[in-house]
T-cell receptor, first 110, second 118 residues
Framework: TQLLEQSPQFLSIQEGENLTVYCNSS?????LQWYRQEPGEGPVLLVT?????EVKKLKRLTFQFGDARKDSSLHITAAQPGDTGLYLC??????????FGAGTRLTVKP | GAVVSQHPSWVICKSGTSVKIECRSL??????MFWYRQFPKQSLMLMAT?????????EQGVEKDKFLINHASLTLSTLTVTSAHPEDSSFYIC??????????????FGSGTQLSVL
């Protein structure tokens, strides 16, 4: 059983559409990170959220941390083909434990 | 931002040989590094947590005698796949934790090593 449940697992949309990816858990996290990974490369950190209810924006990407710090969402506005990739959420519970969700494979068609 | 160097990027070896993968934090000290395994189109699976100066902590189901981890310095951790077999073929990724205040932990990843065992 995954500590972090990420959904959807696969998502294929047309350029210009909006989408939301969810990351849920029954555990409380001290912080939660979102990463994007392209084939054959390591994940690249997009954002870290720390405070319950926190919202961070990165251009067309909006990240939200749940009030109870158990869940998070990533919203992409007007998706572009360059957004295609594997999006991973990862939660830190203590100083020595960080786990990843199963990932959402996003494909944006031109 | 912080940089983690992983080497080699890819390796092809014969069944039964051992392969060593290096993970270096280039501009920060990392008391903790992590080793992951990733199968095609899947997420990262944590194999073990590498702590500088002490034994690694392995996840359930990961054979510690097969996947030897050494973290002898604050900037270097190595993963050795011993007596590799075709089923060990995978993409291996390391990460290093840069510590800040509470909730300011950041993981920086190496570029991964694609291992192919013939």
């Amino acid at each position: 059983t995954q500590l972090l449940e990420q959904s959807p697992q696969f998502l294929s949309i047309q350029e210009g559409e909006n989408l939301t990816v969810y990351c849920n858990s029954s555990s409380v996290f001290s912080s939660l990170q979102w990463y994007r990974q392209e084939p054959g490369e390591g994940p690249v950190l997009l954002v870290t959220v720390v405070t319950g209810g926190e919202v961070k924006k990165l251009k067309r990407l909006t990240f939200q941390f749940g009030d109870a710090r158990k869940d998070s969402s990533l919203h992409i506005t007007a998706a572009q083909p360059g957004d295609t990739g594997l999006y991973l959420c990862a939660g830190a519970r203590n100083n020595n434990d960080m786990r990843f969700g199963a990932g959402t494979r996003l494909t944006v068609k031109p | 931002g912080a940089v983690v160097s992983q080497h080699p990027s890819w390796v092809i070896c014969k069944s039964g040989t051992s392969v060593k993968i290096e993970c270096r934090s280039l501009d920060f000290q990392a008391t903790t590094m992590f080793w992951y395994r990733q199968f095609p189109k899947q997420s990262l699976m944590l194999m073990a947590t590498s702590n500088e100066g002490s034994k690694a902590t392995y996840e359930q189901g990961v054979e510690k005698d097969k996947f030897l981890i050494n973290h002898a310095s604050l900037t270097l951790s190595t993963l050795t796949v011993t007596s590799a077999h075709p089923e060990d073929s995978s993409f291996y990724i390391c990460s290093a934790r840069e510590m800040g205040g509470r909730g300011n932990e950041k993981l920086f990843f190496g570029s991964g090593t694609q291992l192919s065992v013939l």
